[in-house]
């Protein structure tokens, strides 16, 4: 492919996206003080991978006329995000869109590479760029071994194998590294820039005498452990040579790196993980583009972690946006003199506040961009409907609840427990010994319990989960009006009856079962926030725990937790007996009825005023549509 023509994907985007790929090209490849680094921060939802889609079209489209090959670099946090959004960046249409997921696998791909007009190449932090602790994957390693068996002339022999075989089973290993060169070929710039960066760094009298030592085969269980640790040690430093020679060989135009602050590191840190993204992005020519809703801690409050400052992190997210140090000072002198404006307020001299707001505007509006849902609705409500839920009151349980627990937590010495009151219930039944001092302080003092710990134990044990109650299905007091809001709002309203959140634009009206009420049709999601880890395990047990026991006591009197638990089968299961499908009708859930979904389409139900019908009367019509009529030759 040649070129891309970005009128038909820009012609995709919603008018707001095209104002900001249209901003960001103009600031990276147009204006006369144009950057190099720039910054995409969209609220969450509102599209920011086709904003970098548009981005990587306009900059196809201009570039094409000037260089022969064109690299867009994507760099994102796991696999996971990468297998999400490269499909959805896919400006060509091509298949073979993505080439290399590995940066050290790049000299099996260079020939190709070479060849096109347009590269596309995913890398993940932790796999491209975190080499020296791992010992990484077979092709990796097999690759290696050939390039060293070449150039270092290393033979047949059984050590420079054995060293790399790692964690492969040594008759899946020695078959794969035969017939490795067979399906692959090593590009041979690559390989002798690798083999001088080896000789440079005076590797091969280590690896050679790592080799001696693992001049026979054995299990990993049966080898040392010192050798082990050498064995990764150096696996990880032929990694790391082999990443860097790889970057060299890189020409990047485009480096695209999505949700960027779950590895910030790599922007100004001071290892070699930093230093080899360092190399791409003073690539000269390249353009960085940043994408994320939060590209840095909006605030932090003072009992944080000192390291998560949210002034330090915005300073440094500037930092490498500007990446000028006496751009970036002036930028702290313009956040100082605003700052200083506010507290020394005055109706009569505002001019110092407003010149320093300005001045910070101005340089934050040439490397970042940001729209927020609120400017794209037309009432400024930001596509949200405000309502209010109805809070339920502190009860006394609540504040025995919290005696309780200072009660013990006195006796432990762990000081003030009113924060972890005011967000969660049944916290010594809860926390885990792992994040909490109280716990793990409580596990020690049952190991070895006195008569005063016995006593505050004997004293609270109204205010502790029972596992008597529990058995029996009884009813648990939430204990934290918090909770209780939320439970009562979710589950008590009839969330318990639903397998599904009810449709916002539904098809049709539904006139039976708990969908028909009027009061469930806008049960939504709800959001919570919390700094402690315990809250999302006490929400998640306390409110199943509520919405099973309204189930299973709805059509069973005096049951049994124990027993129910006992009593359950996995479900959706489907077995091959005797080499024929079995247990097969709940395929009737799942299977997509093409036939159906070919004949009848749902929408065709809707009025003329486009007023929802109810499912009977869907039902009806379904029924007497004839699935033949629009196949002829099928009454033959």
Not at 29 to 41: G, H, I, P, S, W
Not at 79 to 89: G, W
Not at 230 to 242: D, K, P
Not at 418 to 435: F, H, I, Q, R, T
């Amino acid at each position: 492919m040649d070129t891309v023509d970005s009128v038909p994907i820009m012609s995709t985007l919603k008018d707001f996206q095209k104002r900001t790929v249209d901003y960001v090209f103009r600031r990276l490849y147009l204006d006369e003080d144009r950057v190099d680094r720039f910054l995409v921060a969209d609220e969450v939802g509102l599209g920011k991978t086709l904003v970098a889609k548009g981005i990587i079209a306009r900059t196809i489209e201009h570039l094409s006329a000037e260089v022969d090959r064109i690299d867009v670099l994507y760099i994102c946090a796991n696999r996971d995000i990468a297998r999400q959004n490269v499909n959805r960046l896919n400006v060509t249409g091509q298949q073979e869109f993505q080439l290399a997921s590995r940066l050290t696998l790049l000299p099996l791909y260079m020939k190709r590479l070479h060849g096109n007009k347009l590269n596309f190449i995913s890398f993940t932090p932790q796999t491209s760029f975190d080499l020296r602790s791992a010992t990484g994957i077979a092709p990796e390693r097999a690759m290696i071994y050939h390039i060293l068996r070449e150039g270092w002339g290393l033979g047949d022999s059984a050590g420079p194998k054995n060293v790399l075989q790692c964690g492969v089973a040594r008759d899946n290993w020695r078959p794969y590294l035969d017939v490795f060169l067979r399906c692959n070929r090593i590009d041979s710039v690559l390989e002798q820039t690798y083999l001088e960066k080896l000789e440079q760094a005076e590797l091969r009298p280590r690896f050679l005498e790592l080799c001696a030592a693992f001049a026979y085969s054995r299990r990993d269980g049966s080898i040392p452990y010192s050798e082990r640790k050498a064995r990764q040690a150096i696996v990880g430093e032929l990694r790391t040579l082999l990443a860097e020679s790889c970057i060299a060989a890189l020409e990047p135009n485009l480096v695209i790196l999505d949700e960027f602050q779950r590895f910030r590191d790599l922007l100004d840190g001071s290892d070699q993980m930093a230093e080899l993204a360092r190399t791409l992005f003073d690539y000269p020519d390249v353009k960085v583009l940043l994408l994320s809703a939060t590209p840095y801690k909006m605030y932090t409050m003072y009992h944080e972690s000192d390291t998560d400052d949210h002034y330090d992190d915005f300073i440094r997210t500037v930092s490498f946006l500007l990446d000028d140090d006496k751009a970036t000072h002036s930028f702290e002198g313009d956040l100082r003199r605003y700052r200083r404006g506010l507290i020394q307020w005055s109706n009569q001299d505002v001019s110092e506040l407003l010149d320093a707001k300005a001045a910070i505007e101005r340089k934050l509006k040439r490397v970042m961009v940001r729209t927020e849902r609120v400017s794209q609705s037309g009432d400024r409500s930001s596509m949200i409907s405000d309502r209010q839920e109805q809070e339920y009151p502190l009860e006394p349980a609540d504040v025995r609840a919290f005696q309780s627990l200072d009660r013990i937590a006195s006796s432990l010495a762990v000081g003030d427990t009113v924060e972890y009151w005011k967000s969660a219930p049944y916290l010594l039944n809860m926390m885990d010994a792992s994040g909490y001092q109280i716990k793990r302080r409580f596990i020690e003092r049952c190991r070895q319990p006195d008569a005063e710990f016995l006593e505050s134990i004997e004293s609270c044990s109204g205010e502790l989960l029972s596992w008597q109650s529990i058995k029996g299905y009884s009813k648990i007091d939430p204990c934290n009006y918090k909770l209780r809001t939320l439970i009562n709002n979710k589950v008590d309203r009839g969330g318990w009856q639903l397998l599904w959140v009810p449709a916002s634009l539904p098809y049709y009206l539904v006139d039976t079962g708990p969908y028909a009420d009027r009061h469930i049709q806008d049960f939504t999601k709800a959001l919570v926030f919390s700094s402690w880890v315990v809250v999302p395990k006490v929400i998640a047990m306390l409110a199943s725990y509520e919405a099973e026991r309204r189930m299973v006591t709805g059509y069973e009197t005096g049951a049994d937790y124990g027993a129910e638990r006992a009593r359950r089968t996995a479900l959706l299961r489907f077995a091959v007996t005797q080499d024929r499908p079995s247990s097969m009708s709940t395929l009737l859930l799942l299977y997509p009825c093409l036939s159906l979904a070919r004949e009848f389409d749902p929408l065709l139900g809707l009025r003329g005023d486009q007023h929802l019908v109810d499912a009977t009367h869907i039902l009806k019509d379904i029924q007497t549509t004839d699935p033949l009529a629009s196949h002829p030759d099928a009454h033959d």
